[in-house]
């Protein structure tokens, strides 16, 4: 599986961005988005499970972040709305084998993509 991420870029505070994550090779997994701010350990942001029926947000973004997918596209997208200085990060799209879409654990994910930088000006 390779995950490739896109879409970053810079966005005033209160803006919007989609990120996308092009998955090859096998797409039943479930998809989650991560984020990592400098000095910061990586922290989940969304998952979505293969089939696109079940999500899961961490507080922080939960009502303005919304992930979705398409596999007849094979393309996880992560939509971002009312974006915040602290939503700056470099977003990374990650694929698992997970038994629960509400595992928010990196551990839990197998296969990365590179990540894709946000920032977020005030």
């Known amino acids: 599986v390779q995950l490739q991420a896109s879409g970053g870029g810079l966005v005033q505070t209160g803006g919007s961005l989609r990120l996308s994550c092009a998955v090859s090779?096998?797409?039943?997994?479930?998809t989650g988005w991560f984020r990592q701010a400098p000095g910061k350990e990586r922290e989940f942001v969304a998952a979505?499970?293969?089939?696109?029926?079940?999500?899961f947000y961490a507080e922080s973004v939960k009502g303005r972040f919304t992930i979705s997918r398409d596999n007849a596209k094979n393309t996880v997208y992560l939509q971002m709305n009312s974006l915040k200085p602290e939503d700056a990060a470099v977003y990374y799209c990650?694929?698992?084998?997970?038994?629960?879409?509400?595992?928010?654990?990196?551990?839990?994910?197998?296969?990365w993509g590179q990540g894709t930088q946000v920032t977020v000006s005030s």
């Open positions: 990650s694929a698992g084998r997970l038994l629960r879409v509400d595992n928010s654990h990196p551990n839990a994910y197998a296969y």
């Open positions: 090779g096998r797409t039943i997994y479930t």
């Open positions: 979505v499970s293969w089939s696109g029926g079940n999500t």
